[in-house]
């Protein structure tokens, strides 16, 4: 079979594609090609595989000529991030809005010619909920919650979910939106997002870095691992339609955690001394962002396809560990 | 002041524009300029009206003209209608989807350039509720039941109250979307829409022609005159920005009413012999569709704005004999 991943050079998408390439198969079929679309280069390990064929450029541009060609599956994870989209309305509109309209029509148009629908998978993000700042969030967000995105970027993905949900419902496609959480440790560099401070209190000192926590302890926020964030959208590409009955997005598991027990679990696996390197400073610009974020999910329709969020933030910490020890520099703050 | 209506030569518009020129002003200002934006000429007492100027032709080649001039109040009505987009998909994304965001786009760069952001509001539809297939309906939809549109119409429609919000939120309009009821009695004859009969039943029996009715008399649907319609649109737009808050939807006030009721109201109004002409003939597919709709709608925003439904059907008849009462033949049933 073919796949298709958009957004297929980054953290999740690199991730997706050696996972699969791993496992070989989907939905019990042999994946003979994977195409790999972005914007930056594919990883060399992904480029020098076979099976795999990276695409640069942008989306937007890619997709006329996806209308004359067949794929098995898509993984749509193409997206500008949160941040981008708040400094960039029009790069927020171009990348997250018309570049999945442009995919879906792609598809569209195939099928409008007799193909089979093409089976999509769509990453949504925890993002499309609000807080309505007129009604306070749940206590947890679940997924019926009524979405009230106070972002281009959760406005847009809350969107695309219903375009998805539509050209389904015609027969266009069929697609599945999984709105991922906050998918933490992420390896690299911190970037410019308000929620960067829930990977860097574990990479940075981990890495023998100084990093500065600038919220209370007390917060809680739903977040994943990778694999199990890879995990969740091949098992929802998996899914039977009905699974989906009339509604296509759902909620993938998310672990409920405050920054107190992100803390201790560091100690737990790493130590004290690397825990001591994380600094409190609050920040009451990203703390009041922080504020009005969910502090918790459900995932209700992803437990009946099987899914489960981690046990606990130790074993978050032990998956970044693990995938870290080839990365130069990454873990020499372990050191004693 | 200036202001444009889109779709201002249908039946709600052209009504909204006749309801302006004789109240004069909006939100306390003096309206020197009307201008109609329609696919189809405008009545010819709009055409007439000095103040009036109608443009004819597709919405979405009017809006890059409107990146520079000036309007201080927007009403878009322009959409197609629920069947017309589910037999024409792509008619109902370049009407209602593209159409939406290139006006949008077209007041976003006027404020772009240092224009006070434009109050504009959105007629949406209790048609973004579903329902959805695995969850049933509320029995009372209200502003904050979870949407699950079901239909491209429908889904159009909570994309733009999406814009709509995330537009107004970052400074590029004033913007505030109301959820339209079913509105009836629509003069003119029946259309395809399976909702037709709610006007049908009562418009054809008036002109002295039977009418069927397709479902059981049970059935009950939450509709609004056409004036109560035009009377909510006025007051969100002359609502201050604070009573929306962080949302920018609500549901207009919606007259709950069962087939039944409807039928007795008729009767009460126009006596036994027209209510003879409604003729019991059940369409399983009408009734199945129908069967799918919200039976009620709750309006708590609105009433906070001042807003109420009518207390009761006969009013709703009366309004419609008193409209119709220039229109040859449309009462001619009502003679014994």
Not at 8 to 36: C, E
Not at 112 to 122: D, I, N, Q, S
Not at 187 to 213: D, T
Request: hydrophobic share 45%; proline share 6%.
């Amino acid at each position: 079979m073919k796949v298709l991943i958009t957004g297929g050079a980054g953290f999740v998408g690199a991730r997706l594609a050696r996972t699969l390439l791993a496992r070989g198969t989907l939905a019990g079929h042999a994946i003979d090609s994977l195409v790999l679309a972005d914007h930056a280069a594919a990883p060399a390990d992904l480029q020098a595989d076979a099976c795999v064929q990276a695409r640069i450029g942008p989306l937007l541009a890619q997709c006329d000529g996806l209308r004359d060609e067949a794929f098995d599956a898509v993984f749509h994870l193409a997206s500008a991030v949160s941040g981008e989209c708040e400094a960039d309305f029009e790069l927020g509109l171009r990348s997250n809005l018309d570049s999945t309209r442009a995919l879906l029509d792609a598809l569209r148009h195939r099928a409008e010619r007799g193909a089979a629908p093409t089976r999509l998978v769509f990453s949504s993000s925890v993002a499309v909920f609000g807080p309505d700042p007129a009604v306070p969030l749940p206590a947890i967000v679940a997924d019926d919650t009524l979405p009230a995105p106070q972002t281009s970027y959760g406005t847009h993905k809350l969107i695309c979910e219903h375009l998805v949900a539509d050209y389904t419902r015609k027969g266009y496609l069929d697609g599945r939106a999984a709105r991922l959480m906050t998918v933490t440790v992420r390896p690299g560099r911190p970037n410019g997002a308000a929620s960067s401070f829930f990977s860097g209190i574990i990479r940075e000192p981990l890495a023998g870095q100084e990093a500065v926590l600038p919220v209370a302890a007390d917060v809680m926020h739903p977040v994943s691992s990778p694999q199990r964030t890879v995990e969740g959208l091949i098992a929802v590409y998996e899914a039977s339609r009905e699974a989906f009955v009339g509604r296509t997005a759902l909620n993938l598991p998310a672990l409920n955690v405050t920054v107190q027990q992100m803390l201790d679990a560091l100690e737990a696996v790493a130590g004290p001394h690397v825990r001591a390197r994380v600094r409190p400073q609050r920040d009451e610009r990203i703390a009041g962002i922080v504020a009005n974020w969910p502090r918790a999910a459900s995932a209700k329709r992803a437990a009946a396809l099987g899914l489960r969020a981690e046990a606990n933030f130790e074993d978050i910490i032990r998956q970044y560990i693990a995938d870290s020890a080839a990365t130069p520099g990454a873990l020499k703050g372990l050191q004693t």
